[in-house]
T-cell receptor, first 114, second 110 residues
Framework: EPEVTQTPSHQVTQMGQEVILRCVPI?????FYWYRQILGQKVEFLVS????????KSEIFDDQFSVERPDGSNFTLKIRSTKLEDSAMYFC????????????FGSGTQLSVL | QKEVEQDPGPLSVPEGAIVSLNCTYS??????FMWYRQYSRKGPELLMY????GNKEDGRFTAQVDKSSKYISLFIRDSQPSDSATYLC??????????FGAGTRLFVKA
């Protein structure tokens, strides 16, 4: 069964450092998303991406965040200068249709900012 | 008022019980109603989706939507220990952004 894969599964970084979280969406999907979940809290939308541009972003997704699809298979989330409050589980998701009623999630990258 | 509200639980039931999980929402524009299951430290997994008021059944799971009262339910019949997880309701407008409820933690005891 096709799945969304994310690497690394865990990332530890120092405050102020840049991190790149990587995702390989399901191959025939066209819509890509990043969500995050702070420990004990709900899953929060960060950004959606389609046709090589951002479709929608939340207020969390400020100038420190960026997304990119560098090639035909990868989808990345970059945090330029990490803060302690960026510590969370980051989930990549993809969907086949514009109406995103069926999201397929990866297993997540646990980011710890020290 | 929060856009999507769920009782966080935890809800603890014996194996074989019927489980009822509920969710309310405030945005009348929601047209799609999804339930996701999330195991500890894993990504959410789509369990059920429906587009309209009424019931939709899939195996041991039944999703129920009442648009008039903005109330969504998920019923699990013959619950199993493997059903122990957090259940997230996620109504949507069909756009690019899905709003998740905070989730209800379910424990099914063998």
């Amino acid at each position: 069964e096709p799945e969304v894969t994310q690497t690394p599964s865990h990332q530890v970084t120092q405050m102020g450092q840049e991190v790149i979280l990587r995702c390989v969406p399901i191959s025939n999907h066209l819509y890509f998303y990043w969500y995050r979940q702070i420990l004990g809290q709900k899953v929060e939308f960060l950004v959606s991406f389609y046709n090589n541009e951002i479709s929608e972003k939340s207020e969390i997704f400020d100038d420190q965040f960026s997304v990119e699809r560098p090639d035909g298979s990868n989808f990345t989330l970059k945090i330029r200068s990490t803060k302690l409050e960026d510590s969370a589980m980051y989930f990549c998701a993809s969907s086949e249709k514009e109406t995103n009623e069926k999201l397929f999630f990866g297993s997540g990258t646990q980011l710890s900012v020290l | 008022q929060k856009e999507v509200e769920q009782d966080p639980g935890p809800l603890s039931v014996p194996e074989g019980a019927i489980v009822s999980l509920n969710c309310t929402y405030s945005n009348s524009a929601f047209q799609y109603f999804m339930w996701y299951r999330q195991y500890s430290r894993k990504g959410p997994e789509l369990l059920m989706y429906t587009y309209s008021s009424g019931n939709k059944e899939d195996g041991r799971f039944t999703a129920q939507v009442d648009k008039s009262s903005k109330y969504i339910s998920l019923f699990i019949r013959d619950s199993q220990p493997s059903d122990s997880a957090t259940y997230l309701c996620a109504p949507g407008t069909g756009g690019f952004k899905t709003i998740f409820g905070a989730g209800t933690r379910l424990f099914v005891k063998a």
